[in-house]
């Protein structure tokens, strides 16, 4: 599998495949200005690193890398809906997206020395058990000094359809109680920590026990001040005007098996979402792009 990929999809000094964790294929990208690491399982973004910078995002230590497990940490793809089922608490949280096996569709070498890498995932009987419509989801991961994470829904359905999603980014920071994040001042946010109750956002966001809320009508770029890495990290977005900030603390982290108990320290989620209020409906034959950007200042 991995040579086919590479014969048919493999760039000299842009994208090579290999077996990652546990004999899962994966792709990476390295050209002149940034490396990043994309698994087929989930097509899953597990590494983002300009050159000369710290890793960007954020891998748990204890994720499984095995079929039918969410790897936990980098950039899960919440599709096609964002939590727990609507109706049907039985079927997966988050949707199925996230632990379905793609396929590569496409690389290229863009102006720039950039690298775009496409990845698909079409309905099956599979996914007709779980959520009966016909559909096409592409993802298309962009690097150069940038990230560029589009996810794009094609309903191939005579109706529209409803979709709840996120790309859902944990990112690497140097110690949370350093951290804040601005760019949400001003916003309305549902607190899910306190029963989903709507409160006002006034200035940064600062972190000093769990933290899990929908900031509402949004399409504002976040910024993630980390002081203890001495930097920035800007996430702006297209098709989106719901945001989750999201961080476990101690409790909740000791409670995933997939998390390590200090993992909270090292890590914040700033999620790209169409959640709550902002849940999407596609219409027939119509198409839904959801886009984050993330770059270092």
Request: proline share 5%.
């Amino acid at each position: 599998m991995i040579q086919n990929l590479n014969d048919t999809f493999g760039i000299s000094q842009h994208v090579t495949f290999h077996l990652g964790h546990n004999g899962m294929p994966k792709a990476v990208i390295a050209n002149r200005h940034s490396t990043a690491e994309i698994y087929l399982h989930g097509a899953h973004v597990t590494s983002f690193q300009p050159q000369g910078a710290e890793e960007v995002l954020w891998l748990s230590e204890a994720a499984q890398f095995r079929q039918g497990k969410a790897i936990r940490g980098g950039i899960p793809i919440i599709w096609p809906w964002f939590g727990d089922h609507p109706t049907d608490t039985d079927q997966p949280a988050h949707g199925f997206a996230r632990t379905a096996e793609w396929s590569v569709s496409e690389t290229m070498a863009l102006p720039g020395q950039r690298t775009k890498i496409s990845f698909s995932l079409t309905h099956s009987a599979k996914t007709e058990s779980l959520w009966p419509h016909p559909f096409m989801l592409e993802l298309h991961v962009t690097v150069g000094r940038q990230l560029q994470v589009d996810l794009v829904t094609h309903n191939y359905h005579t109706e529209g359809v409803n979709i709840s999603q996120a790309l859902h980014t944990y990112f690497n920071v140097g110690d949370i109680a350093q951290v804040a994040v601005t760019g949400l001042s001003g916003r309305t946010y549902l607190d899910k920590v306190q029963g989903y109750k709507e409160f006002p956002q006034y200035g940064a966001i600062p972190f000093l026990e769990e933290t899990d809320r929908v900031y509402l009508d949004t399409m504002d770029e976040c910024i993630i001040d980390d002081q203890a890495l001495k930097r920035k990290i800007y996430v702006d977005k297209l098709g989106s005007k719901s945001t989750v900030v999201w961080n476990p603390w101690v409790d909740k982290a000791k409670q995933m098996g997939d998390f390590p108990d200090n993992g909270y320290e090292t890590m914040v989620c700033v999620e790209t979402t169409n959640a709550a209020n902002d849940a999407r409906r596609v219409p027939p034959r119509g198409d839904h792009v959801l886009t984050q950007l993330i770059r270092l200042g």
